[in-house]
């Protein structure tokens, strides 16, 4: 029997209708939908952006994926969904697995794809690229992200925040995501770097509760939850043409 066929399928920012028409068109005929959530009450987000896409004989399966540091079970659950996922491509079946944004850009993906490799070497994947996040906040702010042969930095925040300091003395332009409970922090180091007038925030792009600030001391007041599920652009310096 020939094993089925994983897609990882990016289903964009949050607006159903910015995921690409080769993922639609893959998301309608697969049977087998494999989507990730933080929480086992927690609905997930991005079976809400592609559920219109949904074919009729579509059978949903869910995989929890905790909001956790620790490897040991982060390892355990990418290999638990990792052998769901092989139990259907084993009986010939395709299965397609949606991840926010694009498959390869921070994804779960990334993870579940290497441990389906290590266990089997040569099965078929194709990778169906998304629209990014911070694409879509750049689009909402008309801001652009790179300008003549400016730098593009792309930094993932994190409770040691010396490589977003680092980042901020570069000429060009810096992305921040993944800031989450960091935002009053990341705050305080784009004020301390003279670039927060030349900083856009945008939260939740595409959904029905989306944000786009450009004063981002309003921000201070904020819940530090705002920072969840956003991107904050900067321009760093540099010539503008």
Known sequence: ?????????????GDPELITVKGANLIARCRHIFVPKARTAAESLALSIANR???????VHELVFPMTSERE???KRWGESARKIISVLEKGEDACFLTLGDPLLYSTYIY???EIRAKIPDVDVVTVPGVTAFSAAAALAEFPVGEAKE??????TADDLDEVRKALKEKGTVILM???????DILDILEDAGVIDESVFVSRAGMRDQRVETDLRALRNENPEAGYLSIILVHTGGEKI
């Open 73 to 75: 079970e982060l390892s």
């Open 53 to 59: 896409y949904l074919g009729k004989s579509s059978e």
């Open 178 to 184: 993944k800031i989450g409970k960091r935002l009053p």
């Open 1 to 13: 029997m020939k094993r089925g066929t994983l897609y990882g399928i990016g289903v964009g920012p």
């Open 112 to 114: 579940l794809l290497r």
């Open 151 to 156: 730098a593009v930095v792309v930094i993932p």
